[in-house]
């Protein structure tokens, strides 16, 4: 987890050279760094004692000499200088929407507004919209991101709070306290941005795991749990059980509260007892008379009616997935080649491909012109025409333009086996304008998919304001494809809107708009998020074969 910790010191100091107004040289140097380090996954203190440092790419002797001091002592002097004289905290202004360095350095220095607080009361006292630069628009943005921000605090992204539960996993593991763990809570649930890691385990010796613990982290034991702040600042809570109860401990502790309360009545009308102890979950249903019922739908009480008649949907596995969309390449804004990324498909076990580069509007992310758009497809050509065991189709991810049109003439969109259409600017529409926006694009007879509907980027930015309900109908009855996002920032189609647009028969496609061939396994997350929606294969296109694939949109 050192990584983490450094890519966000090596984030938070190219925002603030920026804020001071340092060469962009520089600044870009830091950031550059920070995205090589997370994108390519690279193992800093290996590295450091290989004496490879200098082999990373844009590690100069100065970086080299940062990065060193952070790994020998958790933090680089450099940082804590530069935060006495640029306020921290300004870089939680630059998270806010239609803020960024710029703005930020003038709400201090014009302004004094240093943190969030400062600028929210600078909103609703309506001191914002006349400082050049804003508006009573950008006003209430700010005010709405602020708020949707202080909402989420507390709150941790999937991906993030999964990977420190394996991490911990390991660890706790390796105690000879710890004889069986399994991840329950939230994240076994698959809440989208959990507050808390919650383990069950087994142990012989829960005063020796508990010294353990204290040794290594702030613990407390409530009752049977133990409960401890992970080194990341997460919250952790481990319920200990044993052999004989340890299949009731994971149901209790995995359920919310409306499916608990919900099972517990339901044993107590036709059983007249308490729910009992179990070795397994399976065990605990079929004792019941109640089919399973995934982790991913125990939120509500309706599901036990399903259970009991037998009712639960076969939901959509990892085994099911056979078509990888939405991926683009270095072409674009990607990093890897189309060969990279179809190869490492292949591996992953996809039979078919589609690059899905974008579309010309979006310069900042080296769109495709019409010439290299014919360029690309004579490359695919050749790449599928050397037979290397995956199938690549000819995509883009169009642009919607703010008049709901698509970024390419038709003679352009034709061309294409699959069209992605997505909204990528002019996010602050009105409800009604960007809901019409994207029903006309979705009537384009090129458009396939329309992708991330809603916009919204977790724990950062909400989605924009339209009708969701209203163009999930609308692709409905034109046999319109809507995807859910893989990208953990995205989740989007979010689990309830999936499961509306299950209700009204609209196909989904499983998403990981990835850019680069570690991100491709983003898919996995895409899967809890269709589970959740209540979602089987037959519900999803890219299970389907080909053949089956190419039918669908013809």
């Not at 050049?132 to 950008?138: L, P, R």
């Not at 979705?442 to 163009?471: C, F, K, N, Q, T």
Request: proline fraction near 3%.
């Amino acid at each position: 987890m050192i990584n983490k910790k450094l890519i966000s010191i090596l984030t938070n100091i190219a925002l603030l050279l920026e804020i001071k107004g340092e060469n962009p040289f520089k600044t870009r140097a830091y950031s550059n760094l920070a995205h090589i380090l997370e994108e390519e996954n690279i193992d800093i203190e290996k590295a450091a004692a290989d004496g490879t440092l200098g082999n990373i790419k844009g590690v100069g002797d100065a970086l080299q000499k940062k990065i060193t001091e952070f790994i020998e002592t958790g933090h680089i002097s450099y940082y804590d200088k530069l935060i006495e004289i640029v306020p921290e905290s300004l870089i939680d202004l630059t998270k806010i929407s239609t803020i960024g360095p710029k703005k930020a350095k003038m709400l201090y220095e014009k302004m004094g507004i240093s943190n969030l607080d400062a600028l929210e009361e600078a909103c609703i006292n309506d001191k914002i919209k006349n400082l050049k630069g804003f508006s009573a628009k950008s006003q209430e943005i700010i005010l709405n991101s602020i708020q949707h921000k202080k909402a989420a605090k507390g709150k941790f992204r999937f991906d993030i709070m999964m990977a420190e539960a394996e991490a911990l996993i390991d660890y706790l593991l390796s105690l000879d306290s710890i004889q069986k763990i399994e991840i329950s809570g939230e994240l076994r649930r698959f809440v989208e941005t959990p507050k808390t890691i919650e383990f069950v385990a087994i142990t012989q010796d829960k005063e020796h795991l508990l010294n353990i613990l204290k040794n290594e982290f702030n613990t407390i034991a409530p009752k049977n749990d133990l409960e401890f702040i992970s080194k990341n600042k997460v919250p952790v809570k481990l319920h200990i059980a044993d052999k004989d109860n340890f299949g009731t401990v994971l149901h209790k502790t995995t359920g919310n509260r409306e499916y608990l309360e919900a099972i517990s009545e339901y044993v107590n009308k036709h059983y007249q007892t308490k729910l009992g102890n179990f070795q397994n979950e399976k065990e605990l249903y079929k004792y019941y008379n109640l089919g399973y019922i995934p982790p991913e739908l125990r939120e509500n009480r309706e599901i036990l009616a399903n259970a009991a008649t037998g009712n639960i949907p076969k939901l959509v596995e990892s085994s099911d997935m056979r078509g990888m969309l939405h991926v683009h390449t270095n072409w674009s804004d990607g990093k890897h080649t189309i060969e990279e990324m179809a190869l490492q498909a292949k591996q992953l076990g996809y039979e078919y491909i589609a690059i899905t580069d974008h579309s010309r509007s979006a310069s900042y992310a080296n769109g495709l012109s019409i010439d290299r758009i014919k360029a690309q497809h004579e490359e695919i050509d050749r790449l599928n025409d050397s037979g290397f065991g995956i199938t690549i189709l000819k995509g883009i991810e169009s642009d919607i333009l703010k008049d709901g049109s698509l970024d390419y003439p038709d003679s352009v969109l034709d061309t294409f086996d699959l069209v992605i259409a997505s909204v990528h600017s002019h996010f602050n529409m009105p409800k009604d304008a960007m809901s019409k926006r994207i029903i006309y694009a979705l009537m384009s007879p090129y458009v396939h998919i329309l992708g991330h509907p809603s916009g919204r980027l977790l724990l950062a930015r909400p989605a924009y304001e339209l009708d969701i309900e209203a163009i999930i109908d609308f692709a409905a009855e034109q046999g319109k494809v809507t995807e859910i996002n893989c990208n953990p920032y995205r989740l989007d189609l979010s689990w309830q809107n999936v499961n509306y647009a299950k209700r009204q028969d609209l196909k989904i496609a499983i998403n990981p708009d990835s850019h680069n061939i570690n991100t491709l396994t983003d898919v996995e997350i895409g899967i809890k998020v269709a589970r959740k929606g209540g979602l089987e294969a037959k519900d999803v296109v890219n299970t389907y074969s080909y053949a089956d694939f190419l039918k669908f949109f013809t």
